[in-house]
């Protein structure tokens, strides 16, 4: 059979200061009619740029340098504009990483939709991606939706002219895991369904499993390796595949993976903490408002020590207004905040110096959580100076050289600007900044997010070794059980501002009681192509908790939130 | 110890790197340099005045009242025979002084309100939204003169009445800048390490808003500088017998049939000095656009 989409030895520069950047660098790749070709890498490895190609289109400033792209035969890029339109959209079509952007504001879904082209009702292809009340649904505005039914309208949107090839860039980032796994599974039903051709660019391996049927790995710009799914993940033959596949946390680590060089794989056991370590942060029934609605509702938990306590749970569930209500951004409206040297409850500005310079926060993106205009080491220095801990510039300066190297980077950086260190370093000048005060707190916003797997790895170490050697009570918030199983002591799982379920990290894991606890492992994708979702289907359920009786005690300090069945309700 | 050893000789390496780009952005546009040289070229006249000519401004000589352009006086003289040329480029002196020290004032006290209002947010923006609309709803001459006439005349009321029209608009544009810089996670940072408002305003805002704020100085001073020759003409800013544009054209008006160079002599100069304030905040704004898209992308 002859492929849909065929890219013969493409190479893309663009013009950067009088001279050519290449960025794309010989990429071959074929797809054939209902097949999925993954394309995976790193931030810069060109594979957005390789993606967007297939709809004829390159960023401003890029130019292709040699060889072709052939949809269906013809040359995307010798089509005139006229054949050019009629390929996007008719023959091939995109869902983009952010839906919410994607789609117009100020116009109603339907009519998006139907702009969109094709001869089929707006109302069927809403139905197609399996979104309730398509009627209802089509005269409702974008900012009316959720991330994951915008991104479903989003690929209603892609396949109204029913398509050939879809190119999907991200289209999962961003979106909860339980979110995520619904418009994975919806997208494979369609390009089934449809018999679709299908490119996927993303740098989730795990998502990359559970779809593509062929993987081709980029980087900077050249073809690594390029197998079939099954066989890439069981037998990659390049050491940086071998590396990348290592730096996938996995959900039955038992500890935290050290990575080599060539992709060799070490789980280093957890760090144990002394039983008798001492208490740093102390949460009683904390509850917090924005206006008239509760974002955290009577949540309690102790933080020891050289322990790390992971808050999980999908975005809305409260876990980053717990961060910063314990970081002083917000102020809780019930229950105590206690630090060993003074109460939490007060904002920031009205907490005295000793306190507040022992509790830190680290941002999620540390692209904006640097002025750009100010050097990273001006960054690290100004903590110093404002905690006091510092009589002198030149004091300060040699202080803030060495917090840059202890957190693994070479000093000689302080004088950089944000814009001129990667994603991963800049995270670390972060963690560095929060460090300036001795905290012995450390609260990490999902802090691994938005970087890379391997830079994550490499993240996720040095705070593992940080907390070892400075005995750092840690909060760690992730939505991503994988990250959290590595690095934490015990788990409390978050769900609309309420624990449903917490205890040690092993035995959460095991025997996850809660059902939101097994609805979000079976949501987590593991790099794996065969892995099965584990347990059983989640059911409907209902909390059960009264106020006297909220827990379901496992031993350990594990403990479930109540709750019953829901088909039970009604039906006895 | 290599390390730290090389880091000192980046730092001051990292300060001309920085004046390079600025003035690479500034040549980027051809509109900003012709501005900024047409600026800097009357700055420099008003400065040498008293090198460029040997006349007084000020002195009256009766016997050479209403003269046309000469050898000796290249610009004629006015109807007290004082050389209009001589207080054409002393009158640079009062224009450029007044509003330089105005626009100075408007433009720091609209940062430092604008950047508050942006950062504090709540009641006081609110309040302070309501307070500026009622100052911009009254017309900006009818506000100057109400000033001037309760006041009196001089150079310190007149910087005060231009500070209380046009801070109001600075406010606004730089409370719109700042509002999209206040969000960033920086800025939550600095409030998280319990940074004062002052500390957070100079460290982590102002840097951001630079670009903005220049536009707007140059902005606001060909408005200021033309409010202010308004003034003169309409009898409310200088003093006789103070050689100034606006004073000179309205001494002159009289005469313009007799002697059109004292009348249009201040007029050329005071349309050259806005037009490259003009070109100059035009320019600014368009190469700090372009800059901005180069550091995003």
Known sequence: MTPIVSVNSLSVAYRSGGRDVPVVHEVTLEVAKGRTLALVGESGSGKSTVAATLLGHLRHGSRITGGSVHIKGSDVFALPARELRRLRGGMVAMVAQNAGHALTPSMRIGRQIAEAGGDIPVTDLLEQVRLPRPAELARRYPHELSGGQQQRVAIAMAIAARPDVLVLDEPTTGLDVVTQRGVLDLISGLRDELGLAAVLVSHDLGVVAHLADEVTVLRSGRIVESAPTRTLFATPQDPYTRKLLASVPRLDDAGLALVGEAGEREVRPRAQVPANAPVAVSARDVTVDYGSSRAVHGVSFDVRRGEVLALVGESGSGKSTLAWTLAGLRTPSGGTLIHESGDLARPAERRPLSLRCRVQLVFQNADTSLNPRRSVGDAVRRPLQLFGTVTSPAEAAGRARKLISDVRLDPALADRLPAQLSGGQRQRIGIARALAGEPDVLIADEITTALDVSVQAEVLRLLDDLRRERDLACLFISHDLAVVRGIADRVAVLRHGVVVEEGPTEAVFASPGHPYTRQLMAAALEPDPDALPPGDDVTGWADAAEPDDLWTNHGNGHRVRRWRPALLEGNP | ?297
């Not at chain 2, 003009?278 to 995003?296: F, T, Y």
């Open chain 2, 1 to 297: 110890m290599t390390t730290l050893d090389t880091a000192p000789v980046a730092a001051p390496a990292a300060a001309p790197a920085r004046a390079v780009r600025v003035w690479r952005t500034l040549r980027s546009s051809r509109a900003a340099v012709i501005g900024l040289s047409v600026v800097a070229v009357h700055v420099l006249i008003a400065l040498l005045a008293p090198l460029l000519t040997t006349y007084d401004p000020i002195a009256n000589s009766a016997d050479e009242a209403l003269l046309g352009p000469s050898r000796q006086h290249w610009a004629g003289t006015d109807q007290y025979g004082r050389d209009v040329l001589a207080r054409v480029l002393y009158g640079g002196r009062y224009a450029l002084g007044v509003s330089v020290t105005a626009t100075l004032l408007t433009v720091a006290l609209g940062t430092v309100i604008g950047c508050a209002a942006a950062l504090r947010g709540g009641r006081f923006d609110d309040v302070l939204g309501r307070i500026l609309d009622a100052v911009l709803s009254v017309p900006a001459i009818l506000t100057l003169l109400v000033v001037v006439t309760a006041l009196g005349t001089g150079p310190s009321v007149i910087v005060l009445a231009i500070a209380v029209v046009y801070v109001p608009q600075v406010v606004r544009v730089v409370r719109g800048a700042a509002l999209a810089v206040v969000p960033q996670d920086y800025v939550t940072a600095a409030r998280a390490r319990g940074e004062g408002t002052w500390a957070i305003l100079r460290r982590e805002i102002l840097p951001n808003i630079t670009d903005v704020v220049c536009v707007e100085f140059a902005m606001r001073a060909s408005w200021v500088v033309l409010l202010i020759s308004s003034l003169s003409f309409l009898g409310f800013g200088a003093d006789p017998p103070t050689p100034d544009w606006g004073l000179m054209v309205a001494e002159n008006r009289t005469a313009i049939t007799v002697v059109p160079m004292a009348s249009l002599a201040p007029i050329i100069a005071l349309a050259t000095l806005v037009v490259g304030l003009n070109l100059a905040a035009d320019g600014l704004s368009k190469a700090w656009g372009v800059d901005r898209i180069r550091e995003g992308s």
